[in-house]
């Protein structure tokens, strides 16, 4: 049997980062998303060059995984942390459910399609909300959800 080479071993690579970035990430963290588009520019370069060592290929997988840092993270950051709500999204006034106790102005978690959000309680609230409580999504910042007490 041939040795395995550096252009199967990297894109082999950048689909298990990428699927391990999607089913445990989904997408909101970007550790292994970058470290899989490292191993994608890799795998093209040895592509490319086909007689590319396995120490080039490293070292490749380094510089290109630490220029995608580099690029996409500052752009990310900024995405993520944006202020202000989304017009027209459809996630205002869904309801939620607590996931623990949140005070006012206090972040907690809260569980709303399908997965667990990082959520902040208004200010304006003045009362806390409890594990299993059900709260009212009044606006986004970045993928944090700003949750107020339900109307009664």
Partial sequence: MAEL???????????VLFA???AIFQLSVFWFLFAALGASV??????????????????YFAVSTL?????????LRRFQNSSGGMSGNDAVGQRVEVLGTIAPGGR??????????EAQLVASAS????????????????????????DA
């Fill in 5 to 15: 080479s550096p252009f199967y071993f990297f894109l082999g690579a950048a689909v």
């Fill in 108 to 117: 907690g978690k809260v569980f709303w399609s399908g997965r667990d959000w």
């Fill in 67 to 75: 220029a995608v840092v580099v690029v996409l993270f500052p752009l």
């Fill in 20 to 22: 391990l970035e999607l």
């Fill in 42 to 59: 890799t795998a093209g370069i040895c592509w490319f060059f086909p007689n590319t060592g396995w120490t080039a290929a490293i070292g």
């Fill in 127 to 150: 009362h806390e909300l409890s594990d299993g409580d059900s709260a009212v999504i009044e606006s986004l910042e970045g993928i944090r959800l700003n949750v107020r007490l339900p």
